[in-house]
């Protein structure tokens, strides 16, 4: 009996040992974004973590938390840093570092084939935002390019494409500095809310407006808002990240399948992107609320106001950076 003893362990050991990895760490992930269940970006997630799961033999597996479940953007990108939430779809707040603002910077491209390569995987923008995102244990694994940015409104503004008149108006702005800076500069009065209490400001009538958004977003709010202009304030794209330490931990392979799977994504929704952009804005009248038509000159007008007044504070906030994006954009028209 005692000379069976250590084949036994021998074979028991070997049996472990050749059992395979993924069920060993077999794992069950939190993904959360901001638009309900249903919609384009929870469809496109839902085939996003599946391709994860079958590309590490469903060693990493997920939960879907849509439509804010998880907590407003801000708030999730902390538990994200912290690991209480493993990966997620969406903006990135400001609050912990004010140099994310180069995320979204306002009247830097307004077409969609620049925004494509401004975010695209090898950019300076993308590049400066691994690096203060490391900071915060977080790793950018890829995005969801999702439209340009508009006023919504439930009164039509004074001359809307002429930034040098005040439109009396208060209006709803993400509490980011260059929103509130943008807002100011194309003549109106910023209020800093998150966009889970925007609605409520425009039912009590607290702001009448809201910018940081486009029409996709807006429409859910077209019993509120009456007017959409298209200033083009900001490209609105979604950062796909997670957590650094649960990224260092994974495996050569499972770390390429994740990133396989985030470009994948992307592509897609580059190929549908800019048409659902018009058929957003298209419903958007259908619901009622009047599109209003800017000219070139009036675009431009708002441009160089902003890239006067705002830009200015931009390089003071976030350096170097700042001015890599600019010359890089710059040199690709």
């Known amino acids: 009996m005692k000379k069976l003893l250590p084949i036994i362990g021998f074979c028991l050991t070997a049996v472990i040992l050749s059992a395979p990895v993924s069920y060993a760490k077999q794992q069950v992930w939190k993904i959360g974004h901001v638009r309900p269940a249903g919609s384009a970006i929870d469809k496109d997630i839902k085939q996003f973590v599946e391709a994860i799961a079958t590309g590490t033999d469903g060693a990493i597996t997920f939960s879907i938390y849509p439509a ?3 907590g407003d953007y801000s708030v999730v990108q902390e538990r994200v840093s912290f690991g209480e939430v493993e990966m997620y779809v969406g903006p990135f707040g400001t609050a912990v570092d004010k140099k994310l ?8 491209v307004d077409n969609w084939a620049a925004a494509r390569r401004l975010y695209a995987a090898s950019s300076p923008l993308v590049t400066h935002l691994q690096d203060f995102l490391a900071v915060q244990n977080i790793k950018l694994i890829g995005g969801w390019p999702v439209y340009f940015g508009g006023i919504a409104l439930t009164e039509k503004p004074v001359e809307p494409g002429n930034p040098e008149v005040s439109k009396n108006m208060i209006i709803r702005v ?8 943008t807002a100011r500069a194309l003549g109106y009065t910023p209020y800093p809310i998150t966009w889970m209490y925007a609605k ?3 039912k009590t009538g607290m702001v009448k407006g809201m910018i940081g958004g486009g029409a996709e977003g807006y429409k859910g709010l077209s019993s509120l808002v009456k007017y959409y202009v298209p200033v083009k304030d900001h490209f609105e794209y979604w950062f ?3 957590n650094l330490d649960t990224w260092n931990s994974l495996s050569t392979e499972q770390q390429q399948i994740i990133s396989d799977s985030a470009r994948d994504m992307e592509l897609r929704r580059y190929q549908t992107a800019e048409q659902d952009e018009q058929r957003n804005i298209a419903a958007l009248q259908e619901l009622g609320v009047e599109v209003v038509s800017l000219s070139d000159a009036e675009h431009q007008k708002m441009r160089e106001k902003v890239r006067q007044t705002v830009w200015p504070q931009l390089r003071k906030d976030i350096g170097q950076p700042f001015d890599d994006v600019v010359q890089f954009v710059e040199q690709n028209k």
Do not use: D
């Open 68 to 70: 804010n479940k998880l």
């Open 101 to 108: 603002m180069l995320a979204f910077p306002p009247f830097l």
């Open 174 to 181: 993400p509490p980011i500095r260059s929103f509130e800076m």
């Open 200 to 202: 409520m400001g425009l």
């Open 240 to 242: 796909v990240y997670m």
